[in-house]
């Protein structure tokens, strides 16, 4: 059974960071080239891209993070981690752990076949 579970989040103010986590198991295959990515959902809005990442380790972010978060990820210890920095207010929300398999980038929530429960993040001024 496919399982991603999140860890990290938190309640910080403004300016402060946090790095999430999430453990991947349950794969039958190597994770290594699996498109894998944070998303994140804020009370009333939609769940939105924030930063994916290839079997190749190319990265994508979201406009509003660029430069304030890094995805990265451990094939080894099947692992996936979002550094952010220089959290502000608009990025509170819940964060999810997205996974699918190999191939190149995938931008739309759709195309993720397996998820996580997320792991809540609270920015206050």
């Known amino acids: 059974q496919v399982q991603l579970v999140e860890s990290g989040g938190g309640s910080v103010e403004s300016g402060e960071s946090l790095r999430l986590s999430c453990v991947v198991s349950g794969y039958t295959y190597s994770i290594s080239t699996m498109c894998m990515g944070w998303f994140r959902q804020a009370p009333g809005k939609a769940r939105e891209q924030v930063a994916l990442i290839d079997g190749d380790t190319n990265p994508n972010y979201a406009d509003s993070v660029t430069g304030r978060f890094i995805i990265s990820r451990d094939n080894a210890k099947k692992m996936l981690f979002l550094q952010m920095n220089s959290l502000k207010v608009e990025d509170t929300g819940r964060y999810y752990c997205?996974?699918?398999?190999?191939?190149?980038?995938?931008?739309?929530?759709?195309?993720?076949?397996?998820w996580g429960q997320g792991t809540q993040v609270t920015v206050s001024s």
């Open positions: 997205a996974a699918e398999g190999p191939g190149g980038l995938r931008f739309l929530r759709r195309e993720y076949g397996d």
